[in-house]
């Protein structure tokens, strides 16, 4: 028999003392500033802000030096640390029509108002290691300037094919009440606006995968881009002393504009369908999958049939936070003794009464 | 229930006034309305009706862009409220945890309000930080339009004149 | 939940009175206040004094405006009764708590009340939800006395046995509604009687006899 033992405090506090110099390496190296986590190391700030669901780029660059690198350790770092702050507002909707854009390409029309402007991406590269980048010191190309920046206001491609008719709108239905996850539990069936937030703090790896099998029969998604835009949005709030809008920052967002066939219904005429993708700083993979799923989790309010994993809204959005699938995977690390002391009497009994009954039948058998 | 608001409606454009000016305030970059306004504010008397504190504002966004409303995640917003000896109460909203910014922010709203400093204050605080936003706007946008396709299409028989 | 003001609240220019000031630090304070109301809460009858003292726009004494300052903020929309219905006091509210004020009661997730013999019924206000019963209005009723009022009977969890309090300036009907608000557990209003800066708690499962 085994009882709880007390004992690990010391072993605690020197497996702290033991990561902290992991942690910093070879003290003969020079330690990383947050400035150079949150400048060159953009793209994993960006990702823990959007998972993390908070927009700061110093405490996410923070999370990430201490959890080393490790993006989701970061992501829990940056949700524990808001639980400490107060809610002082909530934002207007932000506007994506007037975003100062950086990236804007549509996959669906060529010749789009405003053009295809391909902004900083990988899209184009050769995926070949660049040696040049090991050498420290070295000047680096700088980006071109044009004569002239693009117009102030750039619209959405989708908002082009409305009068046609042949793209669903999405409408406003001018309900006041939205879902706030971080208030209430996650509840089903779930509306638009619980599974877009959702969406959106969900860990990229997950919904890749959710949406890549959307595409390879486990699903009915035949998705173009509509749109895939990044740049800054204006951020408003009214607070109640003022009683009228203020803008308080200028945030960097990733919007992608998924747009699906749909065959239509006895009610509706064929038509395409929309799936949104939005997030904190640029995620392009992560914007475009989250418009993916999105789509497909609309599956039951469009009348298809409900077959697929990523049509499951039950089972996407309560396994896609990464916060809560890693807090539960890894506590099974963490002490069982006595659960499984329990369970390893129960199989010990059981195979006693096996072998006992063996035992009978045995000897019946050779009676 | 209620009687006297008139200035609130009798008023739209000091409201769009004041918004546009505390939109720029809290829009400008770490540093820079410091090295603007130090010099211009160091000898006003406040009292602090809010200490600068950090918390969170919900930004929201739209299905679509056009559809309902959905909540995106959170930022952090640090915000201030002064008062000066004459009783103009200041607020001021910034992103992120810059407490000394959320308070400068206040303060320089507050002297805006003030007839006697409103323009001196616009043209040597608020024009600046507008002046260079727009600047570095149209920097980014120009590094952007340098990466935007031109197409060119093949002249084509028919078209031939 | 976006909630705003009622548009007719709305102000968008500062007050000409100066801003009374708030807690001093507001997380400690409030915490403070926080840690009284649980004991009112957990023992019903008996008189807290609180150990924070503010200096509050009239006609709030220092314990309502504690609580205010403790419970309140920009997603509990209050119901003030008309008396409260100062610029001032609004002003105080909008801006320490960045309270959205509603002229429904029944919308109100609290509700101030600065002159207790024109209470309102207590039926008028949120009851709660039978998923949600505490999403019921709480309301904070501001009277002349703790003590000296008529002497009535109180029993329930967190009274031994019973004990007598004498909750003085309520209207003749507040101990009949009681009654009927008690009747509807586990939905039902909560009440902290508040008079200088003291505070009674009276939750929904208090019985009250005369």
């Given at each position: 028999?085994?009882?709880?033992?007390?004992?690990?405090?010391?072993?605690?506090?020197?497996?702290?003392?033991?990561?902290?110099?992991?942690?910093?390496?070879?003290?003969?190296?020079?330690?990383?500033?947050?400035?150079?986590?949150?400048?060159?190391?953009?793209?994993?700030?960006?990702?823990?802000?959007?998972?993390?669901?908070?927009?700061?780029?110093?405490?996410?660059?923070?999370?990430?030096?201490?959890?080393?690198?490790?993006?989701?350790?970061?992501?829990?770092?940056?949700?524990?640390?808001?639980?400490?702050?107060?809610?002082?507002?909530?934002?207007?909707?932000?506007?994506?029509?007037?975003?100062?854009?950086?990236?804007?390409?549509?996959?669906?029309?060529?010749?789009?108002?405003?053009?295809?402007?391909?902004?900083?991406?990988?899209?184009?590269?050769?995926?070949?290691?660049?040696?040049?980048?090991?050498?420290?010191?070295?000047?680096?190309?700088?980006?071109?300037?044009?004569?002239?920046?693009?117009?102030?206001?750039?619209?959405?491609?989708?908002?082009?094919?409305?009068?046609?008719?042949?793209?669903?709108?999405?409408?406003?239905?001018?309900?006041?009440?939205?879902?706030?996850?971080?208030?209430?539990?996650?509840?089903?069936?779930?509306?638009?606006?619980?599974?877009?937030?959702?969406?959106?703090?969900?860990?990229?790896?997950?919904?890749?995968?959710?949406?890549?099998?959307?595409?390879?029969?486990?699903?009915?998604?035949?998705?173009?881009?509509?749109?895939?835009?990044?740049?800054?949005?204006?951020?408003?709030?009214v607070p109640e002393e003022l009683g009228f809008?203020?803008?308080?920052?200028?945030?960097?967002?990733?919007?992608?504009?998924?747009?699906?066939?749909?065959?239509?219904?006895?009610?509706?005429?064929?038509?395409?369908?929309?799936?949104?993708?939005?997030?904190?700083?640029?995620?392009?993979?992560?914007?475009?999958?989250?418009?993916?799923?999105?789509?497909?989790?609309?599956?039951?309010?469009?009348?298809?049939?409900?077959?697929?994993?990523?049509?499951?809204?039950?089972?996407?959005?309560?396994?896609?936070?990464?916060?809560?699938?890693?807090?539960?995977?890894?506590?099974?690390?963490?002490?069982?003794?006595?659960?499984?002391?329990?369970?390893?009497?129960?199989?010990?009994?059981?195979?006693?009464?096996?072998?006992?009954?063996?035992?009978?039948?045995?000897?019946?058998?050779?009676? | 229930?209620?009687?006297?608001?008139?200035?609130v409606?009798?008023?739209?454009?000091?409201i769009?006034?004041?918004?546009?000016?505390?939109?720029?305030?809290?829009?400008?970059?770490?540093?820079?309305?410091?090295?603007?306004?130090?010099?211009?504010?160091?000898?006003?008397?406040?009292?602090?009706?809010?200490?600068?504190?950090?918390?969170?504002?919900?930004?929201?966004?739209?299905?679509?862009?056009?559809?309902?409303?959905?909540?995106?995640?959170?930022?952090?917003?640090?915000?201030?409220?002064?008062?000066?000896?004459?009783?103009?109460?200041?607020?001021?909203?910034?992103?992120?945890?810059?407490?000394?910014?959320?308070?400068?922010?206040?303060?320089?709203?507050?002297?805006?309000?003030?007839?006697?400093?409103?323009?001196?204050?616009?043209?040597?605080?608020?024009?600046?930080?507008?002046?260079?936003?727009?600047?570095?706007?149209?920097?980014?946008?120009?590094?952007?339009?340098?990466?935007?396709?031109?197409?060119?299409?093949?002249?084509?028989?028919?078209?031939?004149? | 939940?976006?909630?705003?003001s009622?548009?007719?609240f709305r102000s968008a220019?500062?007050?000409?009175?100066?801003?009374?000031?708030?807690?001093?630090?507001?997380?400690?304070?409030?915490?403070?206040?926080?840690?009284?109301?649980?004991?009112?809460?957990?023992?019903?009858?008996?008189?807290?004094?609180?150990?924070?003292?503010?200096?509050?726009?009239?006609?709030?004494?220092?314990?309502?405006?504690?609580?205010?300052?403790?419970?309140?903020?920009?997603?509990?929309?209050?119901?003030?009764?008309?008396?409260?219905?100062?610029?001032?006091?609004?002003?105080?509210?909008r801006?320490?708590?960045?309270?959205?004020?509603?002229?429904?009661?029944?919308?109100?997730?609290?509700?101030?009340?600065?002159?207790?013999?024109?209470?309102?019924?207590?039926?008028?206000?949120?009851?709660?939800?039978?998923?949600?019963?505490?999403?019921?209005?709480?309301?904070?009723?501001?009277?002349?006395?703790?003590?000296?009022?008529?002497?009535?009977?109180?029993?329930?969890?967190?009274?031994?046995?019973?004990?007598?309090?004498?909750?003085?300036?309520?209207?003749?009907?507040?101990?009949?509604?009681?009654?009927?608000?008690?009747?509807?557990?586990?939905?039902?209003?909560?009440?902290?009687?508040?008079?200088?800066?003291?505070?009674?708690?009276?939750?929904?499962?208090?019985?009250?006899?005369?």
């Amino acid at each position: 028999m085994y009882v709880a033992v007390k004992g690990g405090e010391q072993a605690i506090l020197n497996t702290h003392k033991m990561i902290s110099e992991a942690r910093r390496g070879d003290p003969a190296i020079a330690e990383l500033t947050l400035t150079q986590i949150s400048e060159q190391l953009r793209l994993a700030v960006d990702r823990v802000m959007a998972e993390g669901s908070v927009y700061d780029r110093e405490l996410a660059a923070l999370a990430l030096k201490q959890a080393q690198g490790d993006a989701m350790e970061a992501i829990f770092l940056l949700r524990a640390y808001r639980t400490t702050l107060p809610r002082i507002a909530m934002s207007e909707p932000v506007d994506t029509s007037r975003m100062t854009i950086r990236r804007r390409i549509s996959a669906t029309f060529k010749d789009v108002p405003g053009g295809q402007v391909l902004g900083p991406t990988y899209d184009y590269t050769h995926r070949l290691l660049d040696f040049e980048l090991a050498a420290e010191g070295l000047e680096r190309v700088r980006a071109t300037s044009a004569a002239e920046p693009l117009e102030e206001n750039v619209p959405r491609v989708v908002d082009l094919l409305h009068h046609e008719g042949v793209l669903q709108e999405d409408n406003d239905d001018g309900n006041d009440e939205v879902f706030d996850l971080t208030r209430q539990p996650m509840s089903f069936p779930a509306g638009r606006d619980q599974r877009l937030q959702s969406l959106a703090r969900a860990d990229e790896g997950f919904l890749l995968g959710l949406a890549y099998s959307t595409t390879r029969g486990y699903g009915f998604n035949h998705p173009f881009v509509g749109e895939l835009r990044l740049g800054e949005v204006t951020v408003e709030i009214v607070p109640e002393e003022l009683g009228f809008p203020i803008a308080i920052a200028d945030v960097t967002v990733t919007e992608c504009q998924m747009i699906n066939s749909f065959q239509g219904t006895a009610e509706q005429p064929p038509q395409f369908t929309r799936g949104y993708g939005l997030t904190f700083g640029h995620n392009e993979g992560k914007a475009m999958s989250m418009s993916l799923v999105d789509r497909s989790l609309r599956a039951r309010e469009l009348g298809e049939d409900v077959r697929h994993p990523a049509q499951n809204e039950e089972f996407v959005l309560s396994h896609a936070d990464n916060v809560e699938g890693n807090g539960l995977i890894t506590h099974y690390k963490l002490p069982h003794y006595v659960d499984f002391q329990a369970e390893l009497q129960l199989v010990r009994q059981l195979r006693a009464e096996y072998e006992a009954a063996r035992a009978v039948q045995t000897k019946e058998a050779a009676e | 229930m209620m009687n006297s608001r008139t200035e609130v409606h009798a008023k739209p454009a000091a409201i769009a006034q004041r918004s546009d000016w505390l939109g720029v305030l809290s829009r400008s970059v770490p540093g820079e309305l410091k090295a603007l306004a130090a010099d211009l504010v160091s000898d006003v008397a406040f009292e602090r009706l809010r200490a600068p504190s950090v918390g969170l504002v919900m930004v929201r966004g739209r299905a679509g862009g056009t559809g309902n409303v959905f909540n995106l995640g959170e930022m952090t917003v640090t915000r201030a409220s002064v008062q000066l000896t004459d009783g103009t109460v200041g607020h001021g909203y910034v992103q992120g945890r810059d407490k000394q910014q959320a308070e400068l922010t206040a303060i320089v709203d507050a002297l805006l309000q003030q007839p006697k400093r409103h323009d001196e204050i616009k043209s040597k605080i608020i024009e600046p930080l507008r002046q260079n936003a727009e600047a570095r706007r149209i920097e980014n946008s120009r590094k952007a339009a340098s990466t935007k396709v031109d197409f060119f299409t093949m002249v084509r028989g028919e078209n031939v004149a | 939940m976006t909630v705003r003001s009622d548009t007719s609240f709305r102000s968008a220019v500062s007050t000409d009175a100066p801003l009374k000031p708030g807690f001093a630090d507001p997380v400690f304070d409030s915490q403070a206040v926080f840690r009284d109301l649980l004991v009112a809460t957990a023992y019903p009858g008996r008189i807290v004094s609180l150990d924070r003292k503010l200096t509050a726009p009239r006609p709030f004494s220092s314990a309502t405006a504690a609580l205010c300052l403790s419970l309140m903020d920009f997603e509990t929309p209050a119901w003030l009764d008309t008396g409260l219905d100062n610029n001032e006091l609004t002003a105080w509210l909008r801006f320490h708590c960045s309270l959205p004020l509603t002229k429904t009661a029944a919308n109100a997730r609290f509700a101030i009340v600065s002159d207790p013999a024109n209470l309102p019924p207590l039926q008028a206000f949120h009851q709660g939800d039978v998923e949600y019963p505490d999403r019921s209005t709480t309301l904070i009723i501001q009277v002349p006395s703790l003590a000296d009022g008529p002497a009535m009977t109180w029993m329930g969890p967190g009274i031994n046995g019973s004990i007598k309090v004498g909750i003085a300036g309520l209207p003749p009907q507040f101990w009949t509604d009681w009654d009927l608000n008690r009747e509807l557990y586990p939905r039902g209003i909560d009440v902290f009687f508040t008079s200088g800066n003291d505070l009674i708690g009276l939750p929904r499962t208090i019985k009250v006899e005369a």
